[in-house]
């Protein structure tokens, strides 16, 4: 039980924090990207989705001591022995052996993922490689711009080979069957997307997000909430509202065109407020019983102990969501005191109000 609550903090509780892009970098990038060219578009165009690398990445390392710490001396004491019923039975294991042709498989996959990593190095690496922008930046070149699809492709292609390998897939049928099935799952967030891009589009078309802006920013401004007090406040609202609505690019999309704006009028930058944000977003996952793995989570936490329920389950997750709430805000705090850049050109500040 221990060892299920280490992963799901690691996997759910630090969901922002990573050493990789990810395709949250994708998707909230661009949203933070429109909603920032609602007040400014020559400062728009000039961030991109690795705003916030730095930030994430040592927001893992920070997050992984933390969530050590949590398991050692308070997760696992307040479990004490294990006293469940019916852990796995000998037919799950079984279920869960690699075969000598999955093996095969996985080893075809991870040449596939070698090389296709290699021939996008091939691309961007050289000092005249194709996807090297003006003047040979990588920052803002063709290999950035359209990064979630060559996310996609650098995945796709060691998947298709491992389904090849294993006799998964036959043929193109095949492959696309099993790309329908994935896409089924994600319907619910395909309608949620149309949506929000309708949100974004009528924001920028009113200019309704610049009068709110305008607006909340005077007002936060009256009632002097700003700078770390503002982002703090912020943080304790997304950390809310994130037990309501699970989905991170949905409820980023609904606060981006307001908070972005409101924060840019108050001398915050975009990539602060994104920042601020995943932090919020990620901490209190766990917590939240919308959450979409929530009924995976307890299916596979009571093959160990039967008993197990979701309060259960949030009992055990909640010294994990406080501490990397407090430590993630503290950091967040300090990154700002610092003035510390929060990727490749992503300043704490705006100065362009």
Known sequence: ????????????????????????????????LQAAATVDEEYAEGMNILMNYWFILVSTFVLAITGTLVSRYVVEPRLGDWHGEGAAAEEDRAAMTITSLEKKGLIA???????????????????????RGEGGAI?????????????????????????IVTKVVRNDTDAVNHLSKTLAGMAMFL?????????IAYFTQSNLGQIVAVLGGDALEAINLNGFLLV??????????????????AKWALLAPIMVPIMMHLGLSPELTQASYRVSDSA??????????????????????????????????????????????????????????????????????
């Open 1 to 32: 039980m221990a060892g299920i609550a280490a992963a799901i903090a690691g996997v759910s509780v630090g969901f922002s924090a990573n050493l990789l892009l990810s395709s949250m970098d994708a998707a909230l990038g661009e949203l933070t």
């Open 109 to 131: 996959a991870g040449i596939a993922l070698v090389v296709s990593v290699a021939a996008m190095l091939l691309l961007i690496i050289p000092e005249n490689a194709p996807l």
């Open 139 to 163: 920052v803002q070149s063709p290999f950035m711009d359209p990064l979630a699809v060559v996310i996609i492709a650098v995945f796709f292609v060691p998947g298709l080979v491992h389904g």
């Open 191 to 199: 309608v949620l997307a149309f949506t929000a891009g309708q949100f």
């Open 232 to 249: 703090l406040v912020f943080m304790l609202f997304v950390a809310v509202v994130n037990l309501f609505v699970g989905s991170a690019s």
């Open 284 to 353: 209190t996952n766990i917590l939240s019983p919308l959450l979409p793995y929530f009924a995976i989570i307890i299916v596979a936490a009571q093959r160990y102990d039967k008993r197990l329920g979701i309060g259960s389950l949030i009992s055990v997750m909640l010294p994990y969501a406080i501490a990397f709430m407090a430590v993630w805000s503290v950091m967040t705090l300090g990154w700002m005191g610092l003035d510390l850049p929060l990727g490749p050109n992503a300043p704490i500040y705006y100065e362009g109000r």
